[in-house]
């Protein structure tokens, strides 16, 4: 239970329980103040990097083996119960609330040392429906990108990999939302490619789509450092590695990391 001003009303209630043998917690200010001070402490500086790349290059589990190299990580998506496309969502649990997922959020963020390296993934404002806090955005945007740059025949490759045994009904589905974004024709090629079982051909349709939005996306980001990982092929062990000794090699010092 919970109070959103923590007034008087708290202060009778809290009384009552204690009488009553429960052990209880008074906030000043209430959950309102909680609120409030989550954002404040998301906005707080810290050395940001963030992983990008285009759909498919296999950012997350790379994210999860540099978390097992000792580094920093937050998984946004995981937070989030959703990957951040129209497909996002297929075979994952239901999203938490905005609060809840920020409130979760927070909870990492406050255990991480900000003097060291902190690796997120690069996400808009918006994953499912969830909209990202302000503070976030700010560090996606501003804090160095380093894109891995896998080839799309891997891409596609993994791509079926994770969403080849999903219900083709639930891929018409989510191929259907973005329809006008894709174009009818390329839309229409989609559904039939699932019908057909050919799930490469889904893929790089779909494909087509998602990287001019991503590189549109990163093109308007004029101010923000960014560099290029090669991946000749992928293992995400190996990349990890790689990224961990680029990072601690380029940006060890944090002069490229502006203050955020």
Known sequence: MYCWRGGMRSLNMAWMFATNGYQVSLLNGGYKAYRKYIRNRLDEKAKVIILGGFTGSGKTEVLNFLSEINEQVIDLEKLASHKGSAFGGLGLP??????????????????????????????????????????????????????????????IRRLVNEY??????????????????????????????????????????????YDETYSYSVNRRESQSRYHFPV??????????GLSEFAHKHLKNGSDLPGL
């Open 164 to 209: 080849a045994g999903i219900d083709d009904r639930l891929l018409s589905e989510a191929v259907m939302k973005i329809e006008t974004r894709l174009g009818k024709p390329r839309a229409k090629e989609a559904l039939v490619s699932i019908q057909e079982k050919d799930y490469s051909a889904v893929a790089n349709q779909v494909l087509s789509y």
């Open 232 to 241: 000749g092929k992928f293992d995400a062990r190996e990349i990890a590695e």
């Open 94 to 155: 239901d999203q938490p609330t905005n609060e809840q997922f920020e409130n979760n959020l927070f909870e990492i963020w406050q255990q991480l040392d900000k003097q060291r390296f902190i690796w997120m993934e690069d996400e808009s404002r918006m994953i499912g429906r969830i909209t990202m806090p302000d503070p976030v955005i700010k560090k996606i945007l501003k804090a160095p990108l380093i894109i891995l740059d896998v080839p799309k025949e891997i891409r």
